[in-house]
């Protein structure tokens, strides 16, 4: 009898939970990308460095999401995304362990547009409900892992941040305006900054790095355009109100688009970059470095026997601000193809290469050319 109604009480409260799940129009959602891969980095010094290992989301990251819409009437709905990012490999969580770091987000939607407020991605990022570059400028998006995507050829723009707010207009005649404001891009920057004593504090002020941006979309049949202009106000004082003298704020200019001709899908993307880190580092380089320069990737999609093969080229021309300035052009090149087992399941393979040319060496002895080949394959399942 005590069985019994242990087991009635746990109905009542599934069924009570699975009641408001309906009633809120709650979704859960993911997706689980496993693989292997290759990676050989030839440095221009020393012994090539070879790795062939298991490996997670190198075509999709992998995710657990829950997502959720009420209508409140009159136009006016209340939204909501928490998604969490994790490795299949060995089960540890993404995004610098936060439980929900790839979005957690709040908005409103009606008539005037839409607000949202969490964290979420950045307008040049391919990442959550107002990343408006990432798949829709390139068919690699930021990447298959090692394998180029168009991030690799530009400086930044490409995360995601903490305490941010978007608006996004109406559509009108195809097109939407987007403004974004972040008043902390990252409340983990002290981890970030263990070893130089850099502490960061009150957000919405110099303590802390901001962001704001501003950013276009147009979208007509078969084409889409998008373009994003991003300033980053850098932090100039700790917590304790010590200077840390005069910061040079990166700027940013990001222009990019895809054409559907039919027989293929043509992707272009561009960015100039001024007082930038790179989105990938140099690769006889471990410093972030502050950039001035240009990026510029195409390429396209083709179905191809089922599925769909990809194809990608990129160019980078970075002249570095350091004293010990150092100029790098990067050539990029990719291919790889996806093809569907079902609806929610495919596998693909892809296979990389990227060359960076430097005015000089960056190590003693090196030479004054470095590159990256890679070649992955793996399963995506997608629920």
Not at 85 to 101: A, M, V, Y
Not at 207 to 212: G, H, L
Not at 342 to 355: D, E, I, L, P, Q
Request: net charge negative; glycine share 16%.
């Amino acid at each position: 009898q005590i069985m019994f109604k242990k087991t009635l009480a746990a109905v009542a409260v599934l069924g009570a939970f699975a009641g408001s799940a309906f009633a809120a129009n709650v979704t859960m959602y993911g997706v689980v990308d496993t693989g292997l891969g290759y990676t050989s980095i030839d440095k221009g010094y020393g012994e090539d460095v070879n790795t062939f290992d298991m490996r997670s989301g190198q075509n999709s990251a992998a995710r657990l999401g829950l997502k959720g819409e009420e209508d409140l009437g009159n136009g006016v709905k209340v939204g909501f995304v928490l998604e969490n990012g994790f490795d299949t490999d060995d089960g540890e969580l993404g995004n610098g362990g936060r439980l929900f770091g790839r979005e957690a987000l709040l908005y409103v939607s009606g008539d005037f547009g839409e607000l949202g407020m969490g964290r979420q991605g950045e307008l040049a990022s391919g990442n959550g409900r107002y990343g408006i570059f990432g798949g829709k400028v390139s068919p690699f998006s930021t990447g298959w892992s090692d394998i180029a995507g168009h991030k690799y050829v530009m400086g930044a723009g490409f995360d995601r941040m903490d305490n941010t707010v978007t608006y996004k207009t109406p559509t009108f005649a195809g097109f939407n305006l987007l403004a974004q404001y972040s008043f902390d891009k990252n409340v983990k920057k002290d981890d970030d900054d263990a070893k130089t004593g850099v502490q960061h504090g009150r957000e919405g002020s110099a303590e802390a790095d901001r962001q704001y941006a501003l950013g276009a979309t147009f979208a007509a049949g078969d084409l889409y355009l998008a373009g994003i202009v991003t300033q980053t106000n850098k932090q100039s004082v700790q917590y304790d109100g010590t200077s840390l003298g005069e910061q040079d704020d990166p700027l940013t200019v990001s222009l990019g688009g895809n054409y559907n001709f039919g027989v293929a899908k043509l992707y272009v993307a561009t960015q100039y970059f001024k007082d930038s880190g790179l989105a990938v580092k140099m690769i006889q380089n471990d410093n972030a470095g502050k950039f001035d320069g240009f990026g510029l990737s195409v390429g396209a999609d083709v179905p191809a026997f089922g599925g769909t093969a990809k194809v990608l080229v990129g160019y980078m021309d970075a002249e570095d601000q350091n004293p010990d300035a150092n100029d790098v052009q990067r050539y990029t090149f990719s291919v790889g193809y996806e093809y569907p087992l079902s609806k929610r399941t495919f596998v693909y393979g892809g296979a990389g290469y990227y060359m960076d040319s430097y005015d000089k060496a960056l190590v003693a002895g090196a030479d004054d050319k470095a590159s990256v080949a890679a070649v992955n394959a793996g399963l995506v399942h997608k629920f």
